[in-house]
């Protein structure tokens, strides 16, 4: 398991596993957010059976799976509810990280600098330096 900070309060993951929830409690996530589509990965990684495992710890569990193809504001949104719903640390997994580190920035535009956003995701080894000017535009609204 590879959790990766963002914020305090958000970090990213590669795909995570039934094994891993224990650590993940202990690590005093509260919220876990799949951004993994269940067709990318076998049954044993599928979101019922993380959110079963997760729920049985005491860990909220939502689902908002993300394609590169498909992201639109509608994901974001719910993403940033997930997260703000949250009664602490949120640990969000897709395949390497990127997605919800993507789902985060665009969430985040208009709210951070754009400066800001793109370090940040770059000190968890997310390099979103590509994404400055749909930031740059979506901060102006």
């Not at 993300?66 to 639109?72: A, D, E, F, R, S």
């Amino acid at each position: 398991m590879d959790i990766r900070h963002i914020t305090p309060d958000y970090a990213v993951s590669p795909q995570i596993e039934v094994a891993d929830i224990a650590a993940i409690a202990e690590a005093g996530f509260t919220t876990i957010i799949c951004n993994r589509p269940d067709a990318e990965v076998p049954p044993s990684h599928q979101a019922d059976t993380i959110r079963a495992a997760a729920e049985a710890a005491g860990i909220t569990f939502a689902i908002n799976p993300v394609t590169h193809q498909g992201l639109n504001m509608g994901m974001v949104d719910s993403q940033m509810a997930a997260a703000g719903a949250s009664s602490g640390p949120v640990l969000a997994y897709c395949a390497s990280g990127t997605r919800s580190s993507i789902v985060w920035s665009l969430g985040q535009a208009g709210k951070m600098p754009t400066d800001a956003i793109i370090q940040a995701t770059a000190q968890a080894g997310y390099d979103l330096g590509g994404m400055r000017g749909q930031l740059d535009m979506l901060a102006k609204g």
